[in-house]
């Protein structure tokens, strides 16, 4: 089953009327390959939007967000700072702008940020980085989900759905499990609160983020019996890397079958094949 995995349903029609319009459409296809695990075919699109002369700075900056997640999540968090730290910047540029695109591209990195420090063990600078994403999304954070509007969701409840993931992650790598829970179901009251907006890949992801801080707090078992639910969907739906996060989950609290252990190795063989660039502990 083919599944959209852009950041939002309405981004890309609201976006092309701006120029390049073929650019963001390009943006949109290499999103989608990123999440079905195509990581060198992403990485290339990506490339090429913004080899652009027109590429304009918020395309710019959700260009670079999405290189930055597709490093993070092969654990390149050093790589993915680099990346996340250029996306910033060109975001910042266009922050007078009228369009409500350059907040959620500047939104998306300093979330991404948070992620990336996060994943290199500086909480402090992750969670003042969380600060300052909260604020840029502060109007749409105040106001229940089911009142979102299809753009509220695109430019600002989307960002905010990632905000709450990270923070439930600092939560669980600070050894706060039970604040992590609580961000995780918030999480999921988010997504379970918008009709429209989250695509399956949030919803699959919501819900592994909520797993694990299950197991945070002792509940291997239950984390599990999720974690392998969510494998078959994510599996179901395409989702390769999400497929393989799971199986990281069953793996990290020792419930994984011989079979599924063998499954997690496939798994990682078959995205390094298609570009995702793991590397060793060494050089996060």
Not at 102 to 115: C, E, H, N, V, Y
Not at 129 to 139: N, S
Not at 234 to 239: F, P
């Amino acid at each position: 089953m083919s599944q959209n995995t852009s950041p939002g349903g309405n981004i890309t029609s609201e976006l092309r009327g701006r120029g390049s319009d073929d650019g963001y459409e390009n943006w949109r296809d290499a999103v989608h390959a990123g999440g079905q695990g195509d990581v060198a075919d992403a990485l290339t699109r990506l490339h090429r939007i913004q080899a652009r002369p027109d590429c304009p700075d918020d395309l710019r900056s959700l260009c670079w967000s999405t290189a930055a997640s597709l490093y993070r999540q092969a654990g390149r968090h050093a790589a993915a700072t680099t990346l996340d730290g250029r996306a910033a910047g060109a975001a910042v540029s266009m922050t007078g702008d009228s369009n409500r695109w350059p907040r959620a591209a500047l939104a998306d990195a300093l979330i991404g940020l948070a992620a990336d420090n996060l994943g290199l063990l500086r909480f402090g600078a992750s969670r003042r980085l969380l600060d300052r994403a909260r604020v840029v999304l502060a109007d749409v954070g105040a106001r229940d989900p089911a009142q979102w509007s299809a753009d509220d969701w695109d430019d600002g409840g989307r960002g905010w759905l990632r905000m709450l993931w990270v923070r439930s992650e600092l939560a669980m790598y600070s050894g706060d499990g039970q604040t992590a829970v609580e961000f995780a179901q918030n999480a999921v009251e988010t997504v379970a609160g918008v009709d429209s907006g989250p695509t399956t890949r949030h919803r699959i992801k919501t819900d592994l983020i909520a797993a694990a801080a299950q197991a945070s707090v002792g509940n291997s078992t239950g984390a599990a019996e999720v974690a392998r639910i969510l494998a078959r969907r994510a599996a179901d739906e395409g989702l390769l890397p999400l497929q393989w996060a799971a199986s990281s989950l069953l793996q990290g609290v020792g419930a994984a079958s011989t079979t599924e252990r063998d499954l997690h190795v496939q798994l990682e063989t078959t995205l390094r094949r298609k570009g995702m660039p793991f590397t060793s502990a060494k050089d996060r």
